[in-house]
Each structure stands twice: as structure tokens, then as C-alpha cells.
């Protein structure tokens, strides 16, 4: 459809730790073997088509910087540009996967009958392009907190025609994930929150949603749908307060509206932090409950309060994410997406390749170290020592008894109450000889 967006860039190799070539990986190699798997199958890496293609590079205080052959993004043609460009990049950096909203690939129509055609015209296009290719889908989803529409929420909203409009969104959007044989279907609720108690119903808000989430369910049973449904924790922003703040609340809502067997968690390493938490913190928390599914992989900039999605760069962090994911068993239908997107100064096409370049290695790193933790053994071990006096007939039994015998033991003086240390420093310098 257009000239090479990505001219004269040649595919990503593998060329090891003493490249100097910022276009080459130093640490993914995608046949390396990590913990009995491919390097390629424990990472699972996908792109972001809306903050690598979408984005236009505004800000709160400043408009577009970013100039695309596909800008403005509000026909089919350029639609289809922007198509060209993305798959070009996919072939340069030899991903597995990608994923999308419905809204970054397709131009608002008049109506939800002419978005719908423009929809599924580009989801034909997709189909074709990759019928010649290794690449697939991880997940697709749909954007409701864009549109003015969505300004009160989606499954949320106290209008029963948005939630309407909703429903029909997400049908659409779960067929063509469907369609391109996707590993997953994320929801995101961008705007599932309120900016004041003053006009909010939580209940009844609560309620919809999760009647929404079952619907969802219902209607993956019904076409079929093999992959992962995944639902997104995020706190706040743009809402004071969403209702899906962190792993734990989510966690606790599935199970209140009985989905906890039907949807698992798509979690950020931005939002973890806007949370108040770790990432590794969010990961333990879902792997612990069995409802972990996938990460978006990002950053956000210690010194700001708000999800500023940039690249990953650090690999202690990185490290400790696939530390748990590792000890959980690896990735089944999820992967890493690179829900990151370039600082609005870096206009270059080559910046996106190196972007995701610099990335992928950071990943490479990370989950190169987590799978030598875990070989090495000490920190699972130094855990078992801890938990040790558990294992005993005697700590069994009490979990099985009550307070008065309990007390009675130890009224009786058989029970010596002497803190051990958590030794937390010792493990810190173990993590340190891997990252």
C-alpha cells in the first residue's frame, strides 16, 4: 500500500554480549534453551499496535508530535497504511505475536454499523498479511474509555445504552480475536471507576460489571473461543478510583460474581506501581490464587504519579517479575506485551525499532537471571528453612484444633515463642549475583 515506513532496517539478529550494534540483540537469542524451553516460547514477546502505531505523541499539555504516513488515522486507506507499517516492523524484529485494540486499527464511522464494516475490513486485511507469516495474536481487545461515549464508564455506565453499545463491542471484538485464532481477550476498563461518590451507585455499578464479565464468559463458551479470558487491574487514572485497582481487588470481584474458574489476570508493571505495589508483588499475588495470565511489560517514571508507559529498562525489576512467573510454571496463553511507547521527542522510525530492541534484551536479561535464581536453589531454599517448623506433625495438628487447646499448650509451657531473622539482606545480595 506505501513505501517501507522502516527503509533501509534490516531484521534483527542475535549477535551476543559484545555487539556494538544498537540494531542487533545481545541477550535474546531466540533459541537459547531457558529452563527446558526455547527462549522465544518462556518470553512470548507481542507489540502494542496502539502505543507503537496509534499514538500520535500528545500529551495533557501539548498536542501531536509524532508525523505518519497514516496521520490523520481517520480513513481506510491510511488505515491500511498504518497496517503495512506495523506488520513491516513485526518482519524486522521477528516477534511471535501483536495485539490490539479495535480503535487502533479502524477509523471511527458515523455509526456503529459503518465502525463495524471498517472493523472488519481491516480484521480481512490482518487475516491476509498473516497467512504469510509466523506471527499471531496474543490478545485483542476493545478500547471503550476513548470515545466520548465512554466518559461514565462502559459495563459501568449509568446510560443502559452505552452498555448496550458495549456488549455489541466486545462481540465484535471476541470474534475477531476468534477469527485470528488469538491466545486471549482482555478487558480493560479504562473508565470502570468514578471521579466522586457524590453521583455513584457503586453497587448497582459493581453488579453490571459483573454481569457483564459473565456475559463475556457466556458468550466465549458459545463460538468456541479456546483462549484465556483476561481481565487488567489498574487504580485510577484517567477515574479518581477504578473498580479493578489491583490483583487482589480484582481477584476478590471475580470470585464475588463466580468467574474466579472462567478469567485470569493481564497484568502492568505501571500499574502495579501506580498501585502501590511491585510488580513482582502483583505476579505472586496471581500465580498465588492460580488466576495469573499475562503481563503487559513497561516502566513508569519513578519521580512522576502517572502511568507514563515507557520501555522497560531495568533489569532487577525485569528479573524478579520472571522469577515468579518461572516458579509458576511459565506462560500458557499469555506472553509479554510491550505496552510502552516512545517519548514524544523520538520521531524516528529507527527509534521504535530500537525501542523494542533495547527491550526485548532487557527481557532477555532478566529472565536469564530469574532461571538462574531458581537453578541455583538458595533462595527456595532459605524459603523452606523458614516455613520448616510447619512441616511438623505438631504445627499440622494445631491448624486442625482450636483456641482452647491451642491455649492450653501454651499455658502448659510446651510452646517457646524465639524470633528467627528474616535474614531479608542475605537474599537481597543472592538476587544481586544474578542481575
Known sequence: MTDSYFSDIAPIAYEGETSDNPLAFRHYDPDQIVMGKRMEDQLRFAVAYWHSFAWEGGDPFGGPTFERPWHPQD????????ADAAFEMFDILGLPFFCWHDADIRPEGATFAESLRNFEAIIDYFGEKMESRRIGLLWGTANMFSHRRWMAGAATNPDPDVFAWSAATVKTCMDATHRLDGQNYVLWGGREGYETLLNTDMGRELDHMGRFLNMVVDYKHKIGFQGAILVEPKPQEPSKHQYDYDAATCIGFLRKYGLENEVKLNLEQGHAILAGHSFEHEIAVATAEGMFGSIDMNRNDYQSGW???????????????????????????????????????????????????????????????????IEDGRLETAQRERYAGWDTSAAQAMLDSDFDSIFARVLSGDVISTPRSGRQERLENIVNRFV
Do not use: W
Open 75 to 82: 480513513d481506510m486507506e491510511r488505515a491500511r497504511i498504518k
Open 307 to 373: 502511568d507514563t508507559d515507557q520501555f522497560p529498562n531495568n533489569v532487577p525489576e525485569v528479573a524478579l517479575a520472571y522469577y515468579h512467573i518461572l516458579k509458576a510454571g511459565g506462560f500458557t496463553t499469555g506472553g509479554t506485551n510491550f505496552d510502552a511507547k516512545l517519548r514524544r521527542q523520538s520521531l524516528d522510525a529507527e527509534d521504535l525499532i530500537a525501542a523494542h530492541v533495547g527491550a526485548m534484551d532487557v527481557c532477555a536479561r532478566g529472565l536469564k537471571a530469574a532461571a538462574a535464581m
